[in-house]
């Protein structure tokens, strides 16, 4: 048994969500306990003692859309003019890295993400993974990865028509072996049907996935709307905009992810909700790709589930987190916007798109969650209540002011140490396979 004491306990639990003198008690993977150092060290007086020193104990952050093999552009040169428009974002970059990825190179492409996970207190987060010329294997070998590092994951592979029909059914073949081995069976892994978006996907290739997704239980994890291209396709070739579509081809529901959608209409948001899909809103992303930002409020108004995401940008989700409320001021013209909603999506309704993927709770610090937990070294200038710990979670925390990262009741990081992983030779290994990544580019 772990107890982790003397410090600030942020457990975002709605009744008691702060308290200034705070404890955790961890048994195995899971919280057994909170409440004061002095009452969990009477209970417990045989634990482990883990010191916060005054820092706050909070739960991980959790990132619901995220794009591991994405690593290795960072610094890549394009062979092509810039581009100018999400398609050849998509054309001269993203379609041409992932057919370069070799197992080796999915394989660190997720571990140093990961790493950076730990080290910026995200401790869990939904992948959706492409390598076209390395699918079969390319799940496991992320799997791998995460248990390498101890990162909770839950893996997709993006099926799409993109790269022909034998490598579209290796992707359903994919997504099938990884859901089967993991969802419900691990508690560090699970597994969902991945699909890239709807201007790669014939109706034809939507009825195979929807009928082996269906033999699994399983919703998908897709790109929705992302860019006006996505729009544009739907309409010349099927008559309907892309929320219509796959609502019409069995896509939607409980257990689907739609990641951005940015470009849809009211008639949409209803079809959201009245399907009760997940929305996963990604701002770093969709302004760095210049595609426009999501409806968010009016998503959530409708009564949508709405999660937070980085789209593969970052892996720091307090970064993502500010981006998200300043991007919603800015957007609607409201200085006061963003205050209710963003911590929404960050720790309400992540919770709840990840229960659909792993069987205990996730996002807050009470008895029978897993006990995924981060200590932030942040020395507040100002009081810190249950009243304001969002403001000051807004302005004042970052990934760099994580001290230590506890995912599963496992220590993977302690001093800003990381406790069994070598990130400058992982970080060396990965430089040379990028290298190679780059000439197949």
């Known amino acids: 048994m772990l107890l982790i004491g003397n410090g600030r306990l942020l457990s975002l639990v709605p009744e008691k969500p702060y308290q200034e003198d705070g404890a955790v008690a961890v048994e195995d993977d899971r919280i057994v306990a909170t409440g004061t150092t002095t009452e969990l060290k009477k209970r417990y007086p045989e634990a482990d003692w883990l010191d916060a020193r005054g820092m706050v104990i909070m739960p991980g952050m959790t990132n619901t859309h995220m794009h591991l093999y994405s690593t290795f552009a960072r610094g890549i040169a394009l062979k092509d003019p810039p581009p100018t428009n999400f398609l050849e974002i998509l054309q001269r970059l993203w379609w041409r890295l992932d057919k370069a990825l070799t197992l080796d190179d999915v394989y660190y492409s997720a571990l140093l993400p990961m790493i950076d996970c730990i080290k910026s207190g995200t401790t869990t987060i939904l992948d959706h993974h492409a390598s076209p010329h390395a699918v079969t294997g390319s799940l496991e070998t992320i799997a791998h990865a995460a248990r390498e590092t101890g990162v909770r994951t839950c893996l997709a592979y993006e099926v799409s028509d993109r790269d022909g029909e034998k490598i579209m059914r290796q992707g359903i073949a994919e997504n099938v072996a990884a859901i089967k081995k993991y969802r419900g069976q691990n508690d560090l892994i699970s597994a969902t049907f991945g699909l890239h978006a709807s ?13 082996a997704a269906g033999e699994v239980g399983s919703g998908f994890h897709i790109h929705v709307a992302e860019g006006i291209q996505d729009v544009e396709d739907s309409l010349a070739k099927y008559g309907k905009r892309v929320v219509e579509r796959l609502a019409a081809s069995g896509i939607l529901g409980p257990d689907t992810i739609a990641a951005h959608c940015v470009h849809v209409t009211e008639k949409e948001i209803t ?33 949508v589930t709405v999660g937070l995401g980085t789209d593969g940008y970052t892996s720091d989700m307090f970064e993502s987190l500010k981006t998200a409320n300043v991007l919603r001021k800015f957007v609607s013209g409201d200085p006061g916007a963003g205050w209710v909603e963003v911590p929404a999506l960050a720790f309400a309704n992540n919770r709840r798109i990840l229960s659909r993927f792993f069987h205990r709770p996730l996002g807050r610090l009470e008895p029978g969650a897993y006990a995924d937990v981060i200590l932030v070294d942040y020395q507040a200038p100002t009081p810190l209540t249950a009243a304001n710990w969002f403001g000051h979670l807004l302005f004042g925390f970052n990934g760099g002011l994580v001290d230590t990262t506890i995912i599963g009741g496992r220590v993977l990081m302690r001093g800003r140490q990381l406790q069994h992983l070598d990130e400058a030779a992982i970080a060396a290994k990965a430089r040379e396979q990028a290298l190679k990544v780059w000439e197949r580019f």
């Open 199 to 211: 201007l790669t996907l014939s109706d034809a290739t939507l009825a195979a996935c929807r009928e």
């Open 271 to 303: 079809i959201l909700k009245e399907t009760g899909t997940l929305v996963v809103h990604n701002p770093e992303s969709n302004m760095g790709n210049a595609v426009g930002c999501a409806p968010v409020g009016d998503l959530l108004a409708a009564g």
